[in-house]
Protein backbone atom coordinates (compact mmCIF):
# COMPACT_ATOMS: atom_id res chain seq x y z
CA UNK A 1 0.00 0.00 0.00
CA UNK A 2 2.83 2.46 0.70
CA UNK A 3 4.78 1.82 -2.13
CA UNK A 4 1.71 2.39 -4.48
CA UNK A 5 1.01 6.11 -2.50
CA UNK A 6 4.51 6.72 -3.26
CA UNK A 7 3.83 6.09 -7.40
CA UNK A 8 0.57 8.31 -6.81
CA UNK A 9 2.92 10.62 -5.46
CA UNK A 10 5.66 10.63 -7.99
CA UNK A 11 2.39 10.70 -10.39
CA UNK A 12 1.04 14.03 -9.39
CA UNK A 13 -2.07 11.84 -8.58
CA UNK A 14 -2.32 10.97 -4.98
CA UNK A 15 -5.56 12.30 -2.63
CA UNK A 16 -5.59 14.45 -0.29
CA UNK A 17 -6.01 11.84 2.13
CA UNK A 18 -3.64 9.48 0.63
CA UNK A 19 -1.15 11.85 1.24
CA UNK A 20 -1.80 12.68 4.78
CA UNK A 21 -2.02 9.04 5.26
CA UNK A 22 1.26 8.49 3.54
CA UNK A 23 3.01 10.70 5.99
CA UNK A 24 3.67 8.89 9.26
CA UNK A 25 4.44 6.14 7.18
CA UNK A 26 7.37 6.53 5.33
CA UNK A 27 10.87 5.85 7.15
CA UNK A 28 14.65 6.88 5.80
CA UNK A 29 14.47 4.21 3.07
CA UNK A 30 11.39 5.33 1.62
CA UNK A 31 12.42 9.42 1.58
CA UNK A 32 15.59 8.40 -0.48
CA UNK A 33 13.73 6.10 -2.61
CA UNK A 34 11.37 8.61 -3.63
CA UNK A 35 14.52 10.96 -4.03
CA UNK A 36 16.17 8.67 -6.28
CA UNK A 37 13.07 8.87 -8.74
CA UNK A 38 12.41 12.50 -8.51
CA UNK A 39 16.19 13.25 -9.48
CA UNK A 40 16.72 10.16 -12.00
CA UNK A 41 20.08 9.91 -9.71
CA UNK A 42 21.33 7.18 -7.19
CA UNK A 43 21.56 8.32 -3.95
CA UNK A 44 25.44 8.91 -3.58
CA UNK A 45 25.17 10.81 -6.94
CA UNK A 46 22.60 12.90 -5.49
CA UNK A 47 24.52 13.24 -1.79
CA UNK A 48 27.64 14.28 -3.77
CA UNK A 49 25.60 17.08 -5.68
CA UNK A 50 23.84 18.21 -2.55
CA UNK A 51 27.53 18.08 -1.14
CA UNK A 52 29.21 21.54 0.59
CA UNK A 53 32.66 21.35 -0.75
CA UNK A 54 35.44 24.05 -0.69
CA UNK A 55 36.23 27.07 0.14
CA UNK A 56 32.66 27.65 1.04
CA UNK A 57 32.33 24.63 3.62
CA UNK A 58 35.69 26.75 4.63
CA UNK A 59 33.73 30.20 5.70
CA UNK A 60 30.66 28.61 6.56
CA UNK A 61 32.81 26.48 9.63
CA UNK A 62 34.14 29.52 10.39
CA UNK A 63 30.99 31.39 11.36
CA UNK A 64 29.64 28.33 12.80
CA UNK A 65 32.39 28.26 14.70
CA UNK A 66 32.31 31.85 15.76
CA UNK A 67 28.62 31.58 16.71
CA UNK A 68 29.07 28.77 19.01
CA UNK A 69 32.18 29.70 21.07
CA UNK A 70 30.00 32.97 21.67
CA UNK A 71 26.98 30.06 22.71
CA UNK A 72 29.81 28.19 24.97
CA UNK A 73 30.71 32.08 26.40
CA UNK A 74 26.92 32.46 27.42
CA UNK A 75 26.37 29.19 28.79
CA UNK A 76 29.04 29.42 30.88
CA UNK A 77 27.98 32.71 32.14
CA UNK A 78 24.73 30.95 34.25
CA UNK A 79 22.85 31.26 31.38
CA UNK A 80 20.43 28.73 32.20
CA UNK A 81 19.63 29.53 35.81
CA UNK A 82 17.59 32.48 34.04
CA UNK A 83 14.61 31.07 32.73
CA UNK A 84 13.61 33.85 30.61
CA UNK A 85 16.80 32.63 28.63
CA UNK A 86 16.34 30.55 25.97
CA UNK A 87 18.72 28.09 24.03
CA UNK A 88 18.39 27.51 20.44
CA UNK A 89 19.29 25.48 17.62
CA UNK A 90 19.44 26.46 13.93
CA UNK A 91 20.03 24.50 11.37
CA UNK A 92 19.40 25.53 8.00
CA UNK A 93 21.00 26.90 4.57
CA UNK A 94 22.82 30.50 3.68
CA UNK A 95 19.24 32.18 5.58
CA UNK A 96 20.61 30.73 8.89
CA UNK A 97 24.06 31.14 7.08
CA UNK A 98 25.71 33.33 4.86
CA UNK A 99 29.21 33.20 5.10
CA UNK A 100 30.76 36.03 3.53
CA UNK A 101 29.81 40.11 3.75
CA UNK A 102 25.86 39.92 4.76
CA UNK A 103 24.77 39.57 8.12
CA UNK A 104 21.96 36.95 7.97
CA UNK A 105 18.71 35.73 10.04
CA UNK A 106 21.01 34.07 12.44
CA UNK A 107 23.40 36.73 13.02
CA UNK A 108 20.98 39.13 13.69
CA UNK A 109 19.11 36.66 16.06
CA UNK A 110 22.19 36.06 18.17
CA UNK A 111 22.76 39.93 19.14
CA UNK A 112 19.64 39.31 21.72
CA UNK A 113 21.66 38.78 24.97
CA UNK A 114 18.56 36.53 26.08
CA UNK A 115 19.19 34.26 23.19
CA UNK A 116 22.29 31.54 23.01
CA UNK A 117 22.47 30.14 19.61
CA UNK A 118 23.97 27.13 18.36
CA UNK A 119 23.92 27.15 14.91
CA UNK A 120 24.58 23.86 12.17
CA UNK A 121 23.09 26.29 9.40
CA UNK A 122 25.66 26.23 6.27
CA UNK A 123 25.16 28.65 2.92
CA UNK A 124 24.22 26.11 0.45
CA UNK A 125 23.07 23.19 2.32
CA UNK A 126 20.39 21.22 1.28
CA UNK A 127 17.63 19.83 2.89
CA UNK A 128 18.41 16.45 1.89
CA UNK A 129 21.81 16.78 3.94
CA UNK A 130 20.24 17.91 6.94
CA UNK A 131 18.29 15.07 7.09
CA UNK A 132 20.52 12.29 5.95
CA UNK A 133 23.59 14.22 8.00
CA UNK A 134 21.09 14.03 10.99
CA UNK A 135 23.27 16.43 12.64
CA UNK A 136 20.82 18.25 14.39
CA UNK A 137 19.84 15.01 16.17
CA UNK A 138 22.77 14.57 17.84
CA UNK A 139 23.07 18.51 18.83
CA UNK A 140 19.14 18.22 19.76
CA UNK A 141 20.38 15.48 22.19
CA UNK A 142 23.00 17.26 23.66
CA UNK A 143 21.97 20.95 24.31
CA UNK A 144 18.21 20.27 24.72
CA UNK A 145 17.40 23.61 23.47
CA UNK A 146 13.83 25.49 23.71
CA UNK A 147 13.92 26.24 20.21
CA UNK A 148 14.73 24.66 17.07
CA UNK A 149 14.74 26.61 13.94
CA UNK A 150 14.80 25.06 10.34
CA UNK A 151 15.33 26.88 7.44
CA UNK A 152 15.74 24.27 4.30
CA UNK A 153 14.74 23.13 0.71
CA UNK A 154 15.64 26.46 -1.70
CA UNK A 155 19.23 24.50 -2.42
CA UNK A 156 17.08 21.21 -3.03
CA UNK A 157 15.01 23.46 -5.85
CA UNK A 158 17.71 25.52 -7.08
CA UNK A 159 21.08 23.94 -6.60
CA UNK A 160 22.76 22.20 -9.28
CA UNK A 161 20.29 24.29 -11.77
CA UNK A 162 17.76 22.09 -10.65
CA UNK A 163 15.00 24.44 -10.91
CA UNK A 164 15.13 23.72 -14.91
CA UNK A 165 14.04 19.97 -14.46
CA UNK A 166 10.76 20.81 -12.44
CA UNK A 167 9.92 23.58 -14.58
CA UNK A 168 7.98 23.30 -17.75
CA UNK A 169 6.63 25.59 -20.76
CA UNK A 170 2.85 25.51 -20.91
CA UNK A 171 1.58 22.46 -23.06
CA UNK A 172 -1.91 22.81 -22.08
CA UNK A 173 -1.68 20.50 -19.14
CA UNK A 174 -1.77 22.10 -15.59
CA UNK A 175 0.09 19.86 -13.25
CA UNK A 176 -1.93 22.34 -10.43
CA UNK A 177 -4.95 21.55 -11.41
CA UNK A 178 -4.74 17.42 -11.38
CA UNK A 179 -2.83 18.25 -7.51
CA UNK A 180 -5.67 18.37 -5.21
CA UNK A 181 -3.57 18.70 -2.11
CA UNK A 182 -1.68 21.78 -3.89
CA UNK A 183 -5.18 23.22 -4.74
CA UNK A 184 -6.32 22.42 -0.82
CA UNK A 185 -3.08 24.50 0.27
CA UNK A 186 -3.75 27.64 -1.72
CA UNK A 187 -7.56 27.84 -0.82
CA UNK A 188 -6.53 27.50 2.73
CA UNK A 189 -3.90 29.97 2.56
CA UNK A 190 -4.93 33.20 4.90
CA UNK A 191 -4.51 36.30 2.86
CA UNK A 192 -5.20 39.03 4.71
CA UNK A 193 -1.46 39.71 6.18
CA UNK A 194 0.46 39.02 2.42
CA UNK A 195 -0.50 40.29 -0.62
CA UNK A 196 -1.63 37.20 -2.74
CA UNK A 197 -1.75 37.86 -6.96
CA UNK A 198 -4.19 35.35 -7.68
CA UNK A 199 -3.52 35.68 -11.50
CA UNK A 200 0.53 35.78 -10.96
CA UNK A 201 0.01 32.75 -9.05
CA UNK A 202 -2.32 30.86 -11.78
CA UNK A 203 -0.23 31.83 -14.38
CA UNK A 204 2.63 30.75 -12.37
CA UNK A 205 1.35 27.59 -11.59
CA UNK A 206 1.25 26.56 -15.51
CA UNK A 207 5.14 26.72 -15.89
CA UNK A 208 5.30 24.15 -12.77
CA UNK A 209 5.80 20.41 -13.91
CA UNK A 210 4.92 17.10 -11.99
CA UNK A 211 8.70 16.84 -10.49
CA UNK A 212 7.80 20.48 -8.69
CA UNK A 213 4.65 18.83 -7.45
CA UNK A 214 6.38 15.80 -6.45
CA UNK A 215 9.38 17.96 -4.90
CA UNK A 216 6.73 20.13 -2.68
CA UNK A 217 5.09 16.59 -1.42
CA UNK A 218 8.36 15.54 -1.26
CA UNK A 219 9.05 18.62 1.38
CA UNK A 220 6.14 18.01 3.23
CA UNK A 221 7.13 14.61 3.96
CA UNK A 222 10.52 15.22 4.74
CA UNK A 223 9.49 17.78 6.85
CA UNK A 224 7.17 15.80 8.76
CA UNK A 225 9.58 13.21 9.37
CA UNK A 226 11.82 15.65 10.64
CA UNK A 227 9.18 17.41 13.18
CA UNK A 228 8.03 13.71 14.42
CA UNK A 229 10.74 12.96 15.04
CA UNK A 230 11.84 16.07 17.31
CA UNK A 231 8.28 16.72 18.33
CA UNK A 232 6.88 12.74 18.99
CA UNK A 233 10.17 10.52 19.08
CA UNK A 234 9.19 9.34 15.32
CA UNK A 235 7.46 5.29 15.29
CA UNK A 236 8.72 5.26 19.12
CA UNK A 237 6.15 8.01 19.87
CA UNK A 238 8.36 9.12 22.80
CA UNK A 239 9.80 12.47 22.80
CA UNK A 240 13.27 12.84 24.04
CA UNK A 241 12.25 16.94 24.02
CA UNK A 242 9.17 17.42 25.80
CA UNK A 243 8.57 21.32 25.54
CA UNK A 244 10.78 22.17 22.52
CA UNK A 245 9.28 24.46 19.99
CA UNK A 246 9.93 24.47 15.95
CA UNK A 247 10.36 27.43 14.28
CA UNK A 248 10.43 27.20 10.41
CA UNK A 249 10.73 29.74 7.93
CA UNK A 250 10.19 29.61 3.60
CA UNK A 251 11.67 32.81 2.13
CA UNK A 252 10.40 35.74 -0.37
CA UNK A 253 9.70 36.14 -3.61
CA UNK A 254 13.14 36.57 -5.33
CA UNK A 255 13.56 38.14 -9.12
CA UNK A 256 15.31 36.05 -11.31
CA UNK A 257 17.72 38.01 -12.30
CA UNK A 258 21.64 38.40 -14.50
CA UNK A 259 21.90 41.93 -13.48
CA UNK A 260 25.03 42.54 -11.69
CA UNK A 261 23.20 45.79 -10.38
CA UNK A 262 26.66 48.31 -10.44
CA UNK A 263 25.45 51.41 -8.96
CA UNK A 264 26.52 54.49 -7.37
CA UNK A 265 25.48 53.88 -3.74
CA UNK A 266 28.92 53.31 -2.13
CA UNK A 267 27.49 51.62 1.11
CA UNK A 268 25.42 48.84 -1.06
CA UNK A 269 29.17 47.56 -3.07
CA UNK A 270 28.34 44.52 -1.77
CA UNK A 271 25.72 43.61 -4.30
CA UNK A 272 27.81 43.74 -7.60
CA UNK A 273 30.85 42.14 -5.73
CA UNK A 274 28.29 39.30 -4.20
CA UNK A 275 26.71 39.02 -7.90
CA UNK A 276 30.12 38.74 -9.99
CA UNK A 277 31.15 36.10 -7.47
CA UNK A 278 28.59 33.73 -6.15
CA UNK A 279 26.62 32.31 -8.25
CA UNK A 280 24.31 35.18 -9.27
CA UNK A 281 22.17 33.94 -12.51
CA UNK A 282 22.68 30.50 -12.85
CA UNK A 283 20.11 29.44 -9.57
CA UNK A 284 17.01 31.06 -11.33
CA UNK A 285 17.17 33.14 -14.31
CA UNK A 286 19.44 30.64 -16.50
CA UNK A 287 17.86 27.57 -15.42
CA UNK A 288 14.48 29.38 -16.33
CA UNK A 289 16.12 30.19 -19.67
CA UNK A 290 17.52 26.68 -20.24
CA UNK A 291 12.99 25.67 -20.43
CA UNK A 292 12.53 28.53 -22.56
CA UNK A 293 10.84 31.02 -20.22
CA UNK A 294 12.65 33.77 -21.30
CA UNK A 295 10.09 36.98 -20.24
CA UNK A 296 11.20 38.21 -16.87
CA UNK A 297 7.59 38.87 -16.06
CA UNK A 298 6.58 34.92 -16.45
CA UNK A 299 9.80 34.26 -14.35
CA UNK A 300 8.95 36.03 -11.53
CA UNK A 301 5.44 34.50 -11.92
CA UNK A 302 7.02 31.15 -11.93
CA UNK A 303 8.80 31.70 -8.50
CA UNK A 304 5.71 33.91 -7.17
CA UNK A 305 3.43 30.62 -7.54
CA UNK A 306 7.15 28.50 -6.32
CA UNK A 307 7.38 30.27 -3.13
CA UNK A 308 3.64 30.58 -2.32
CA UNK A 309 3.26 27.41 -2.22
CA UNK A 310 6.31 26.26 -0.16
CA UNK A 311 5.26 28.73 2.29
CA UNK A 312 1.67 26.95 2.63
CA UNK A 313 3.46 23.63 2.74
CA UNK A 314 5.41 24.95 5.53
CA UNK A 315 2.64 26.11 7.29
CA UNK A 316 0.12 23.21 6.59
CA UNK A 317 3.12 20.75 7.84
CA UNK A 318 3.60 22.40 10.99
CA UNK A 319 -0.84 22.78 11.50
CA UNK A 320 -0.42 18.88 11.55
CA UNK A 321 1.42 18.94 15.05
CA UNK A 322 -0.38 21.80 16.45
CA UNK A 323 -3.70 20.04 15.81
CA UNK A 324 -3.41 18.00 18.94
CA UNK A 325 -1.47 19.96 20.91
CA UNK A 326 -1.07 23.74 20.11
CA UNK A 327 2.32 25.81 19.89
CA UNK A 328 4.07 23.11 18.56
CA UNK A 329 5.46 24.37 15.17
CA UNK A 330 5.26 27.97 13.94
CA UNK A 331 6.26 30.06 10.70
CA UNK A 332 7.93 32.99 10.09
CA UNK A 333 6.27 34.17 6.62
CA UNK A 334 8.58 36.22 4.90
CA UNK A 335 7.14 36.65 1.99
CA UNK A 336 6.74 39.77 0.63
CA UNK A 337 9.05 41.46 3.14
CA UNK A 338 12.56 41.94 1.06
CA UNK A 339 10.19 43.03 -2.22
CA UNK A 340 11.92 43.71 -5.57
CA UNK A 341 14.92 46.28 -4.24
CA UNK A 342 15.83 44.40 -1.53
CA UNK A 343 17.81 41.89 -2.73
CA UNK A 344 21.58 41.03 -2.54
CA UNK A 345 21.87 38.60 -5.44
CA UNK A 346 18.54 36.50 -6.70
CA UNK A 347 18.34 34.48 -3.46
CA UNK A 348 19.64 36.61 -0.62
CA UNK A 349 17.82 39.61 1.15
CA UNK A 350 20.29 42.56 1.80
CA UNK A 351 21.00 42.70 5.23
CA UNK A 352 18.42 44.77 6.57
CA UNK A 353 15.74 42.44 5.21
CA UNK A 354 17.51 39.94 7.02
CA UNK A 355 18.00 41.55 10.83
CA UNK A 356 13.86 42.15 10.07
CA UNK A 357 13.32 38.51 9.94
CA UNK A 358 15.76 37.70 12.62
CA UNK A 359 14.11 40.42 14.62
CA UNK A 360 11.09 38.46 13.97
CA UNK A 361 12.04 34.99 15.03
CA UNK A 362 13.15 37.01 18.54
CA UNK A 363 9.62 37.95 18.43
CA UNK A 364 7.90 34.78 17.92
CA UNK A 365 10.39 33.09 20.76
CA UNK A 366 9.50 35.67 23.18
CA UNK A 367 5.88 35.60 22.93
CA UNK A 368 6.09 32.28 23.93
CA UNK A 369 5.97 33.55 27.54
CA UNK A 370 2.04 35.53 26.26
CA UNK A 371 1.24 31.68 24.62
CA UNK A 372 1.92 33.19 21.28
CA UNK A 373 -1.14 35.71 21.74
CA UNK A 374 0.57 38.54 19.55
CA UNK A 375 0.95 35.53 16.48
CA UNK A 376 -0.48 37.53 13.24
CA UNK A 377 -2.84 34.16 12.48
CA UNK A 378 -2.94 31.03 14.12
CA UNK A 379 0.76 29.61 14.33
CA UNK A 380 2.26 32.25 11.68
CA UNK A 381 4.07 35.45 12.06
CA UNK A 382 4.29 37.68 9.17
CA UNK A 383 7.11 39.69 9.01
CA UNK A 384 5.86 42.29 7.30
CA UNK A 385 2.57 42.75 9.94
CA UNK A 386 4.85 41.92 13.04
CA UNK A 387 7.55 45.21 11.57
CA UNK A 388 4.67 47.09 11.36
CA UNK A 389 3.62 46.37 14.67
CA UNK A 390 6.30 47.12 16.41
CA UNK A 391 7.08 50.46 14.61
CA UNK B 1 40.02 27.57 11.22
CA UNK B 2 40.86 29.01 15.10
CA UNK B 3 44.64 27.64 14.45
CA UNK B 4 44.73 29.81 10.85
CA UNK B 5 43.66 32.92 13.03
CA UNK B 6 46.19 32.57 15.49
CA UNK B 7 48.64 32.15 12.64
CA UNK B 8 47.57 35.26 11.19
CA UNK B 9 47.43 36.99 14.10
CA UNK B 10 51.03 35.95 14.76
CA UNK B 11 51.96 36.85 11.07
CA UNK B 12 50.56 40.53 11.77
CA UNK B 13 51.89 40.61 15.13
CA UNK B 14 55.65 39.75 13.71
CA UNK B 15 55.95 41.86 10.98
CA UNK B 16 54.64 45.06 13.10
CA UNK B 17 57.48 44.29 15.54
CA UNK B 18 60.18 43.48 12.93
CA UNK B 19 58.75 47.13 11.12
CA UNK B 20 59.40 48.88 14.66
CA UNK B 21 62.56 47.35 15.28
CA UNK B 22 63.82 48.31 11.89
CA UNK B 23 62.55 52.14 12.48
CA UNK B 24 64.33 52.08 16.03
CA UNK B 25 67.31 50.68 15.07
CA UNK B 26 67.84 53.36 12.12
CA UNK B 27 66.30 56.15 13.61
CA UNK B 28 66.79 55.86 17.31
CA UNK B 29 70.22 54.20 17.55
CA UNK B 30 72.54 55.10 14.55
CA UNK B 31 70.72 58.24 14.37
CA UNK B 32 69.59 58.33 10.73
CA UNK B 33 68.40 61.90 10.11
CA UNK B 34 64.58 62.36 9.18
CA UNK B 35 61.29 60.96 9.34
CA UNK B 36 60.85 57.77 7.70
CA UNK B 37 57.77 57.36 7.60
CA UNK B 38 57.21 61.54 7.20
CA UNK B 39 59.04 61.02 3.75
CA UNK B 40 55.46 61.42 1.45
CA UNK B 41 54.37 64.00 3.07
CA UNK B 42 57.48 65.97 2.03
CA UNK B 43 57.66 68.64 -0.72
CA UNK B 44 59.33 66.79 -3.21
CA UNK B 45 62.50 68.78 -3.33
CA UNK B 46 63.58 68.18 0.15
CA UNK B 47 62.05 64.58 0.00
CA UNK B 48 64.28 64.00 -3.08
CA UNK B 49 67.19 65.47 -0.87
CA UNK B 50 66.70 63.21 2.13
CA UNK B 51 66.98 60.23 0.17
CA UNK B 52 70.12 61.36 -1.61
CA UNK B 53 71.85 62.08 1.80
CA UNK B 54 70.45 58.34 3.03
CA UNK B 55 72.15 56.86 -0.33
CA UNK B 56 75.52 58.56 1.34
CA UNK B 57 75.09 57.53 5.36
CA UNK B 58 76.56 53.78 5.85
CA UNK B 59 74.69 51.63 8.29
CA UNK B 60 75.86 48.71 10.66
CA UNK B 61 73.94 46.32 8.61
CA UNK B 62 76.30 46.83 5.91
CA UNK B 63 75.12 48.86 2.63
CA UNK B 64 73.57 52.47 2.59
CA UNK B 65 70.79 53.49 4.92
CA UNK B 66 68.68 53.67 1.57
CA UNK B 67 69.52 50.12 1.26
CA UNK B 68 67.57 49.76 4.34
CA UNK B 69 64.95 51.92 4.02
CA UNK B 70 64.34 49.89 0.43
CA UNK B 71 64.71 46.62 1.80
CA UNK B 72 61.68 48.13 4.64
CA UNK B 73 59.39 49.02 1.83
CA UNK B 74 59.33 45.61 0.56
CA UNK B 75 58.44 44.02 3.87
CA UNK B 76 56.17 46.93 4.24
CA UNK B 77 54.31 44.63 1.46
CA UNK B 78 53.55 42.04 4.21
CA UNK B 79 52.39 44.49 6.60
CA UNK B 80 50.06 45.89 3.95
CA UNK B 81 48.35 42.09 3.60
CA UNK B 82 48.33 41.61 7.57
CA UNK B 83 46.65 45.03 7.99
CA UNK B 84 44.06 45.01 5.64
CA UNK B 85 43.02 41.47 6.61
CA UNK B 86 42.92 42.25 10.29
CA UNK B 87 40.35 45.46 9.58
CA UNK B 88 38.01 43.52 7.48
CA UNK B 89 38.70 39.90 10.01
CA UNK B 90 37.86 42.26 13.02
CA UNK B 91 34.74 44.30 11.00
CA UNK B 92 33.54 41.25 10.28
CA UNK B 93 33.41 39.83 13.59
CA UNK B 94 31.80 43.14 14.91
CA UNK B 95 28.96 42.88 12.84
CA UNK B 96 27.85 40.00 14.12
CA UNK B 97 27.52 41.77 17.18
CA UNK B 98 26.32 45.03 15.72
CA UNK B 99 22.76 45.58 15.90
CA UNK B 100 21.85 49.13 14.80
CA UNK B 101 21.37 48.41 11.14
CA UNK B 102 23.43 52.13 10.09
CA UNK B 103 26.30 50.97 11.97
CA UNK B 104 25.78 47.48 10.73
CA UNK B 105 26.14 48.55 7.01
CA UNK B 106 29.30 51.42 8.25
CA UNK B 107 30.91 48.29 9.33
CA UNK B 108 30.48 46.42 6.08
CA UNK B 109 31.43 49.94 3.94
CA UNK B 110 34.90 49.27 6.19
CA UNK B 111 36.22 46.08 3.80
CA UNK B 112 36.17 47.95 0.53
CA UNK B 113 37.67 50.96 2.97
CA UNK B 114 40.50 48.64 4.28
CA UNK B 115 40.74 47.26 0.55
CA UNK B 116 41.43 51.00 -1.19
CA UNK B 117 43.48 51.85 2.13
CA UNK B 118 45.76 48.57 0.60
CA UNK B 119 46.21 49.78 -2.87
CA UNK B 120 46.62 53.15 -1.66
CA UNK B 121 49.65 52.04 0.50
CA UNK B 122 51.06 48.80 -2.24
CA UNK B 123 51.14 52.27 -4.68
CA UNK B 124 52.66 54.75 -2.70
CA UNK B 125 55.26 51.26 -1.98
CA UNK B 126 55.97 50.94 -5.51
CA UNK B 127 56.37 54.62 -6.15
CA UNK B 128 59.30 55.06 -3.35
CA UNK B 129 61.22 52.11 -4.63
CA UNK B 130 61.03 53.71 -7.81
CA UNK B 131 62.07 57.16 -6.42
CA UNK B 132 65.08 55.28 -4.79
CA UNK B 133 66.65 53.52 -7.61
CA UNK B 134 69.85 54.01 -8.25
CA UNK B 135 70.03 55.64 -10.94
CA UNK B 136 67.22 57.95 -9.71
CA UNK B 137 68.42 59.27 -6.14
CA UNK B 138 70.30 61.97 -6.44
CA UNK B 139 69.01 62.84 -10.21
CA UNK B 140 66.73 65.59 -9.56
CA UNK B 141 63.89 63.03 -10.98
CA UNK B 142 61.77 61.90 -7.33
CA UNK B 143 57.67 61.23 -7.65
CA UNK B 144 56.01 62.45 -4.62
CA UNK B 145 53.43 59.69 -3.40
CA UNK B 146 51.68 62.20 -1.60
CA UNK B 147 47.76 61.57 -3.14
CA UNK B 148 47.97 57.90 -2.94
CA UNK B 149 49.65 58.09 0.81
CA UNK B 150 46.55 60.62 2.13
CA UNK B 151 44.44 58.74 0.55
CA UNK B 152 45.80 55.83 2.50
CA UNK B 153 45.68 57.73 5.78
CA UNK B 154 42.11 58.98 5.08
CA UNK B 155 40.83 55.52 3.75
CA UNK B 156 42.44 53.29 6.74
CA UNK B 157 41.59 55.82 9.22
CA UNK B 158 37.95 55.97 8.33
CA UNK B 159 38.13 52.27 8.90
CA UNK B 160 39.98 52.17 11.98
CA UNK B 161 37.23 54.96 13.33
CA UNK B 162 34.10 52.92 12.40
CA UNK B 163 35.72 50.37 13.99
CA UNK B 164 36.11 51.58 17.29
CA UNK B 165 33.17 53.97 17.16
CA UNK B 166 30.75 50.59 16.66
CA UNK B 167 32.79 48.77 19.54
CA UNK B 168 32.81 51.22 22.10
CA UNK B 169 29.01 52.55 21.39
CA UNK B 170 27.10 49.18 20.20
CA UNK B 171 24.59 48.40 23.53
CA UNK B 172 26.77 45.88 26.26
CA UNK B 173 22.94 44.10 26.50
CA UNK B 174 20.80 44.83 24.33
CA UNK B 175 17.47 42.46 23.14
CA UNK B 176 15.33 43.21 20.28
CA UNK B 177 12.49 44.85 20.40
CA UNK B 178 9.64 42.37 21.19
CA UNK B 179 6.64 44.40 22.78
CA UNK B 180 4.39 45.97 20.60
CA UNK B 181 3.50 49.37 21.41
CA UNK B 182 0.00 50.29 23.28
CA UNK B 183 -1.90 52.43 21.79
CA UNK B 184 -2.75 55.58 24.00
CA UNK B 185 -6.53 55.49 25.42
CA UNK B 186 -8.52 57.40 23.37
CA UNK B 187 -8.94 60.82 24.36
CA UNK B 188 -13.01 62.10 26.06
CA UNK B 189 -15.23 63.45 23.92
CA UNK B 190 -15.44 66.95 24.92
Same mark, same amino acid.
Given at each position: ?391 | ?95 ? +? ?8 ? =?? @?? $??? &????? %? ?20 ? +? ?8 ? =?? @?? $??? &????? %? ?27
Amino acid at each position: MKQDLINKLLDNNISIAELATLCPLVNETDLADILQRIYDLNERDILSLAALTGLMALFDNNKNNRRNARFTKKIQKGFRDNSLNKIVLAEGDSWFNYPVVLTDVIDALSMDENLAVFSLAKGGDWLLNMLTGRKYVEELSVLHPDFFLISGGGNDIVGARRLAAIVKPPDGENEYEKNLWANALCDKADKTFTEFKEDDFLEGTTYLSKDFFALLMFFHLQFYFMMNGILNGGHSGVTKFPGITILTQGYDYPIPSTNKNFGWNPFKWYIPFVRLLLGHGTWLKIPLEIRGIYKPEKQRKVMYAMIFLFNEMMIQTGAYFNKTTRGRVFHIDSRGSVGENGWTDELHAQPPHFINTGKVFAYCIRDAEDQHKNASYDHVYVVTDILNKLK | MKLVHTLAWLFFIGVLAFDIGQYLDLVVAQRIPGNLFGLPFLPPTEAAHRLCIWSNIVVRQGGTALDQVRLNTRWDFLFIVGYVTVLINLSYAQMQ +NESRSWANTL =LR @FN $FPL &AIFAG %LCDVTENFILLRDMLPYIVCKD +NYISPYYFSS =LK @FI $FGG &AAVII %LLFSVTSAPKSFQWKTRIPVPPPPSPKQ
